[in-house]
């Protein structure tokens, strides 16, 4: 009954996450999964990855690598919408976000699928008035790297023609949902500087059962 309703109301059923090995990945897999949408939870290594805690939909674990261009082009093929939640381990990214958009834009031309909703950063606008000062700083110096890695992820998506969405969180925590969050389209709101996985995860299921944020860019924080 639920995926009926699904499918009534947006016309999603099946959706593949990549880097659903990750904290954020695998809460957005599992919230999918729960709303009764068919998941295809895309990981490098299918062998090492743990269960998924979900008690209602499917979840596929399929292998897919943002450098194997092929292994993406799997894992899109029949997907009604693309959810990127790839990220990086310690200071830097090494080109992974930029890698990521171009191999997502050649398998969603190839296999026929339009709608794409990436995570990015809060700090990928590096002039937004709402920062703090600590938070300005960090965005301009250790954390320039991957923010600028992820603003070209951004700028390769936008420009293939596709309905994108980022959604762009303020700092991750790892706590249970508040559902106290606000969303503004392109700046962070004010006074905000925190958001838990969970309540980000939340957010984009909630996106693919009702759709408001085609080509925007929805920034999140508490």
Known sequence: ??????????????????GAAGRTGRLVV??????????????RAPER???????????????ADMREPDSVLAAVKGQDV??????????RSHGLYADAARALVTAMRHGGVTRVIAVTSAGVRHDDPNFALWYRLLARTLAKEPYD??????AV?????????????????DEPPTGAYR??????????????RADLARFIVQELHDPHWSHAAPTLAE
């Not at 009954?1 to 990549?18: A, D, K, P, W």
């Not at 693309?82 to 200071?91: K, P």
């Not at 890695?149 to 951004?154: A, K, N, S, V, Y």
């Open 49 to 63: 990855c743990p269960s998924f805690d979900v008690r209602q939909g499917e979840v596929d674990v399929v292998r």
């Open 30 to 43: 599992e919230e999918a999964a729960r709303a009764g949408y068919d998941v295809a939870a895309a990981v």
């Open 149 to 154: 890695d992820m603003r070209l992820m951004e």
């Open 1 to 18: 009954m639920l995926r009926g309703m699904i499918q009534e109301n947006s016309g999603v059923s099946r959706v593949v996450v990549f």
């Open 157 to 173: 998506i936008r420009e293939a023609g596709l309905d994108w969405t980022f959604v762009r969180p303020a700092r991750l925590l």
């Open 183 to 196: 969303v503004q389209d392109g700046e962070t709101p004010k006074g905000g500087w925190k958001i838990t």
């Open 82 to 91: 693309v959810i990127s939640a790839v990220g990086h381990a310690g200071a």
